[in-house]
């Protein structure tokens, strides 16, 4: 029996082959260069099979418009809303399609490998199209979906045996999404567009191609960064003012300490110079409190999608797009776990020893490796589960790696290893001191056990040495002084903020949070400062103002976030396709008429901004 496998890009092609195989497998050309065929013998169910291992590129057919629709001057543009679609395979495609469609005929199996998210479930599913089309003998009964999370001999066998049919409801859930953004951003972009493109005040703010662009979770993004803009620059600085206290100890043991006052800060600068002075004219200070109690700081929680992204945007200075072809790369050549993945806590039986074990032969962190198997492997548990894949982990030690591959890759494991790790452990000391009716406090730390801070350098746990005076001890102190000061806005937000804000309010998933902050920022709608933090563009700002204007909706994460919680629930079986597509165009092409009738709202928030 021939069985056809098909993996979504060429390097997990040949890497599950060479899992299921035990060692390389023949090779052939297929009618794309970039492509390969994999042939190998295997037993599935008791039959010897050959397979046929390929992969496709990504997305195999996309959606368009029919051509009477395309042109932009063509239509009505509310009639994109209900204008028919074409399934089409791109030119640069049409190679990997007829690969797929020759190998098909001679197959009277199918196992689709493509990864296992959503978007891996649609793209298995435009492979069955193509293969089915050329083969209509591959039925419901003849196709099979590999569930995996790692490209490892283990995983891939595994995989083998436990077959399963692919989930179509997961993929119709893609493709609703999918032509929604085809369809809303179409029209908004045309509307724009045509109406503002050639302005000539409006044309040294746009991109090369003078687009203006609308995505249902671009703008949404896009409203995160003008917001927190807004929001700096209606702030309104205080002035304020505080006493210090500062002594330098001698006994019981020799410590500098800065006292904090417990009322933080007065607004009322005259009375905190009445205060200060009452302080210095009877500057004697007494112990009122001396206590200490157990402190631990927690390590990290298993390593999600999310996580990742915000901690090389932060740590590192890797934006969240460039970290994610660094983690699928290192997926395909069978380093990491797959790194798409919402999950945050470890199964009871994962197996954690062996991927500590492999960890032991590193120079650098081998030693905390090896401590670690000693002691059993006790990581901290989440509270999500996608239900699909683990939390990211490594899966070899890889001291070949360079470059950013090589930093992404020491995070996920440093990562790993600490939380598997126990939290670091400590005392704290808080000392209370008395000066006429006035209470300072002064924090205390001595770290006892230090544990995943020794792999773990992205965290900070500073020591910090506090005598241990009596109750009732008096002494003045060496400084009391009164310092002004102002209340500092809000900083702009950081990749790591806006990440966090998506994930909050359900804009986009793991899987698409770094594409649309690319989006806002190709489309000079935003950019980013020296400090690496988002400032909104002049058009950008104005199209916000403006959408705020007709309906504040459109960049607000609301609308957003219902349309992903509907996706879920075509996902779990809730919804059909059909009724949440009709349910959200009908909805947006109600914004869409009401932004048309508006649109002069638009260009005088434009106006303002670019004069």
Same mark, same amino acid.
């Given at each position: 029996?021939?069985?056809?496998?098909?993996?979504?890009?060429?390097?997990?092609?040949?890497?599950?082959?060479?899992?299921?195989?035990?060692?390389?497998?023949?090779?052939?050309?297929?009618?794309?260069?970039?492509?390969?065929?994999?042939?190998?013998?295997?037993?599935?169910?008791?039959?010897?099979?050959?397979?046929?291992?390929? !992969?496709?590129?990504?997305?195999?057919?996309?959606?368009?418009?029919?051509?009477?629709?395309?042109?932009?001057?063509?239509?009505?543009?509310?009639?994109? /809303?209900?204008?028919?679609?074409?399934?089409?395979?791109?030119?640069?495609?049409?190679?990997? *399609?007829?690969?797929?469609?020759?190998? &098909?005929?001679?197959?009277?199996?199918?196992?689709?490998?493509?990864?296992?998210?959503?978007?891996?479930?649609?793209?298995?599913?435009?492979?069955?199209?193509?293969?089915?089309?050329?083969?209509?003998?591959?039925?419901?009964?003849?196709?099979?979906?590999?569930?995996?999370?790692?490209?490892?001999?283990?995983?891939?066998?595994?995989?083998?045996?436990?077959?399963?049919?692919?989930?179509?409801?997961?993929?119709?859930?893609?493709?609703?999404?999918?032509?929604?953004?085809?369809?809303?951003?179409?029209?908004?972009?045309?509307?724009?567009?045509?109406?503002?493109?050639?302005?000539?005040?409006? *044309?040294?703010?746009?991109?090369?191609?003078?687009?203006?662009?609308?995505?249902?979770?671009?703008? @949404?993004?896009?409203?995160?960064?003008?917001?927190?803009?807004?929001?700096?620059?209606?702030?309104?600085?205080?002035?304020?003012?505080?006493?210090?206290?500062?002594?330098?100890?001698?006994?019981?043991?020799?410590?500098?300490?800065?006292?904090?006052?417990?009322?933080?800060?007065?607004?009322?600068?005259?009375?905190?110079?009445?205060?200060?002075?009452?302080?210095?004219?009877?500057?004697?200070?007494?112990?009122?409190?001396?206590?200490?109690?157990?402190?631990?700081?927690?390590?990290?929680?298993?390593?999600?999608?999310?996580?990742?992204?915000?901690?090389?945007?932060?740590?590192?200075?890797?934006? &969240?797009?460039?970290?994610?072809?660094?983690?699928? *790369?290192?997926?395909?050549?069978?380093?990491?776990?797959?790194?798409?993945?919402?999950?945050?806590?470890?199964?009871?039986?994962?197996?954690?020893?062996?991927?500590?074990?492999?960890?032991?032969? !590193? @120079?650098?962190?081998?030693?905390?490796?090896?401590?670690?198997?000693?002691?059993?492997?006790?990581?901290?548990?989440?509270?999500?589960?996608?239900?699909?894949?683990?939390?990211?982990?490594?899966?070899?030690?890889?001291?070949?790696?360079?470059?950013?591959?090589?930093?992404?890759?020491?995070?996920?494991?440093?990562?790993?290893?600490?939380?598997?790790? &126990?939290?670091?452990?400590?005392?704290?000391?808080?000392?209370?001191?008395?000066?006429?009716?006035?209470?300072? +406090? &002064?924090?205390?730390?001595?770290?006892?056990?230090?544990?995943?801070?020794?792999?773990?350098?992205?965290?900070?746990?500073?020591?910090?040495?506090?005598?241990?005076?009596?109750?009732?001890?008096? /002494?003045?102190?060496?400084?009391?002084?009164?310092?002004?000061?102002?209340? !500092?806005?809000?900083?702009?937000?950081?990749?790591?903020?806006?990440?966090?804000?998506?994930?909050?309010?359900?804009?986009?998933?793991?899987?698409?949070?770094?594409?649309?902050?690319?989006?806002?920022?190709?489309?000079?709608? %935003?950019?980013?400062?020296?400090?690496?933090?988002?400032?909104?563009?002049?058009?950008?700002?104005?199209?916000?103002?403006?959408?705020?204007?007709?309906?504040? %909706?459109?960049?607000? @994460?609301?609308?957003?976030?219902?349309?992903?919680?509907?996706?879920?629930?075509?996902?779990?079986?809730?919804?059909?396709?059909?009724?949440?597509?009709?349910?959200?165009?009908?909805?947006?092409?109600?914004?869409?008429?009401?932004?048309?009738?508006?649109?002069?709202?638009?260009?005088?928030?434009?106006?303002?901004?670019? +004069?």
């Amino acid at each position: 029996m021939r069985v056809l496998n098909v993996a979504e890009k060429n390097d997990a092609a040949k890497n599950i082959a060479l899992c299921a195989n035990r060692g390389p497998p023949n090779r052939r050309e297929g009618l794309s260069q970039y492509n390969k065929i994999y042939e190998f013998q295997y037993q599935i169910n008791g039959h010897q099979c050959t397979m046929i291992m390929t !992969s496709v590129s990504g997305h195999l057919l996309t959606q368009d418009f029919s051509p009477q629709y395309r042109q932009w001057q063509s239509c009505p543009i509310v009639e994109l /809303f209900d204008a028919p679609l074409q399934t089409i395979c791109p030119p640069n495609y049409q190679n990997i *399609k007829r690969t797929l469609e020759r190998e &098909a005929r001679t197959c009277q199996q199918l196992i689709i490998w493509t990864d296992c998210d959503r978007e891996g479930e649609n793209i298995g599913y435009e492979v069955i199209e193509v293969c089915r089309a050329a083969n209509p003998r591959l039925g419901p009964q003849h196709v099979w979906r590999a569930r995996f999370s790692e490209i490892t001999p283990q995983a891939v066998n595994n995989a083998l045996r436990n077959l399963v049919p692919p989930d179509e409801r997961i993929s119709n859930a893609v493709a609703c999404r999918s032509e929604l953004d085809l369809r809303i951003g179409a029209a908004f972009t045309r509307l724009m567009t045509m109406r503002f493109r050639e302005i000539a005040q409006y *044309k040294p703010f746009l991109n090369e191609k003078g687009l203006l662009s609308y995505g249902s979770c671009q703008f @949404p993004t896009l409203g995160f960064v003008v917001e927190r803009y807004k929001e700096i620059s209606r702030f309104i600085r205080e002035d304020f003012w505080k006493i210090k206290v500062t002594h330098e100890f001698k006994k019981p043991e020799k410590a500098r300490v800065e006292f904090h006052w417990q009322r933080v800060r007065l607004f009322d600068q005259l009375c905190c110079e009445v205060i200060f002075d009452i302080c210095k004219e009877r500057p004697e200070a007494t112990v009122t409190g001396l206590t200490e109690k157990p402190k631990s700081k927690w390590r990290p929680l298993p390593m999600d999608t999310i996580e990742l992204e915000k901690l090389a945007s932060r740590m590192l200075k890797i934006n &969240a797009k460039e970290t994610m072809r660094i983690a699928e *790369k290192l997926y395909s050549q069978g380093l990491i776990s797959y790194p798409r993945t919402e999950t945050n806590i470890f199964p009871k039986d994962f197996g954690l020893p062996n991927l500590v074990q492999q960890q032991i032969a !590193s @120079p650098v962190w081998g030693a905390f490796a090896q401590n670690l198997l000693q002691l059993g492997p006790n990581p901290r548990a989440g509270k999500k589960s996608d239900q699909a894949h683990p939390p990211i982990h490594p899966l070899k030690f890889a001291p070949n790696l360079a470059g950013n591959e090589k930093r992404v890759y020491e995070l996920i494991v440093r990562h790993f290893l600490a939380t598997c790790s &126990a939290d670091a452990k400590g005392f704290e000391t808080i000392l209370t001191i008395q000066i006429t009716e006035e209470f300072f +406090q &002064a924090d205390g730390l001595v770290i006892t056990e230090r544990n995943y801070l020794d792999v773990y350098p992205y965290d900070k746990w500073e020591a910090k040495t506090i005598p241990h005076c009596s109750v009732g001890l008096k /002494f003045i102190p060496t400084r009391i002084e009164m310092a002004a000061g102002q209340t !500092s806005p809000p900083a702009l937000l950081s990749e790591s903020d806006l990440i966090a804000l998506m994930e909050k309010h359900g804009i986009g998933t793991d899987a698409t949070h770094a594409e649309h902050i690319e989006t806002i920022q190709t489309r000079q709608y %935003a950019g980013m400062n020296d400090d690496r933090r988002f400032t909104p563009g002049r058009i950008g700002m104005g199209l916000v103002d403006g959408y705020d204007a007709i309906d504040r %909706a459109m960049s607000r @994460p609301h609308l957003r976030s219902q349309l992903e919680a509907s996706l879920k629930d075509i996902c779990e079986g809730r919804r059909n396709k059909a009724d949440v597509l009709q349910e959200q165009i009908d909805n947006y092409r109600g914004i869409f008429l009401q932004a048309q009738a508006q649109i002069q709202k638009l260009r005088d928030a434009l106006d303002r901004y670019t +004069q």
